[in-house]
């Protein structure tokens, strides 16, 4: 078998506000090494269940978060960014699953550190269905008929991940109480649940199917401010939907949705006053 994860921070075992999630910020360096110890139980766990191949794409901001050198020795590891497909770069058909690890809830919800790839996003729409990281990612995932066949992240993620994905095995480590503040499991129960979940997951992998996209889809970002609306326009085939600041553009297919959501967050971030 040969297993995809991605790895985001927010929904990491105890981290609970953006001090631990923010390169700049005192806690950063400790959360950086709880990331990767809970990459390692979900890579040893797979390894365990008969896994020969893991690749873990580290996705969170820069997306070089993961230290490599404490990183289980017999995985690979994408760092780095720029990455044509970020938090899914290097899938591709040759896998049997795909893990989301570290996950949070979309924009706009409940949950801890929620959000939509940057925070100038208030929703994102594919063909007027809300939907967030999470559900591009599996998105982009079915196009390759790969099944996300396992969730991990805090209470709403992990509820967000069994709305969208029918039989999906998820952990829960920690719960939301605000947008920055959990009740967490200790880095070592953690450990334990992902490695009974990431087992039961690889076993339960075929009750899974792929969450297949809509073709030529229509890809909707609503912004917080008219001006970062304005910036995502400069993409051409996008335009701006009167009175609103939705910025919409019709993709060929979802990897072209997925990359024009790429393009159109960064030039979004050029606003200066918020």
């Not at 709403?156 to 939301?176: D, G, S, W, Y």
């Amino acid at each position: 078998m040969k297993l995809y994860v991605s790895v985001d921070m927010e929904g990491i075992t105890g981290l609970p506000d953006y001090t631990y999630v923010d390169s700049n910020e005192h806690n950063y360096d400790r959360a950086r090494k709880i990331m990767t110890d809970e990459t390692n139980y979900v890579i040893e766990a797979a390894f365990q269940t008969g896994c020969r191949e893991i690749l873990i794409n580290d996705s969170h901001s820069k997306m070089n978060n993961i230290l490599i050198d404490q990183l289980h020795p017999d995985a690979q590891l994408i760092t780095g960014d720029v990455k044509p497909f970020s938090m899914m770069q290097g899938l591709d058909n040759t896998y049997d699953g795909a893990m989301f690890v570290g996950y949070h809830a979309r924009a706009g919800q409940f949950g801890v550190m929620s959000h939509a790839m940057i925070h100038a996003v208030r929703n994102f729409y594919i063909n007027d269905h809300p939907i967030g990281e999470m559900g591009l990612n599996a998105y982009l995932a079915g196009y390759y008929q790969v099944p996300i066949i396992f969730v991990a992240g805090d209470d709403q993620a992990v509820r967000e991940a069994q709305e969208l994905i029918p039989n999906v095995t998820t952990a829960t480590v920690k719960e939301t109480i605000s947008r920055s503040a959990v009740k967490s499991l200790t880095p070592k129960k953690a450990g334990e649940l992902l490695t009974m979940k990431v087992k039961h997951a690889i076993t339960n992998r075929n009750q899974v199917k792929p969450l297949i996209p809509p073709k030529q889809p229509i890809l909707k970002i609503e912004f917080n401010n008219y001006g970062q609306a304005e910036w995502a326009n400069l993409m051409p085939g996008t335009q701006i939907l009167p009175e609103s600041t939705v910025v919409s553009f019709q993709a060929k297919d979802i990897l072209e949705a997925y990359q024009a959501m790429l393009v159109m967050t960064e030039l979004a971030m050029n606003t200066k006053f918020s």
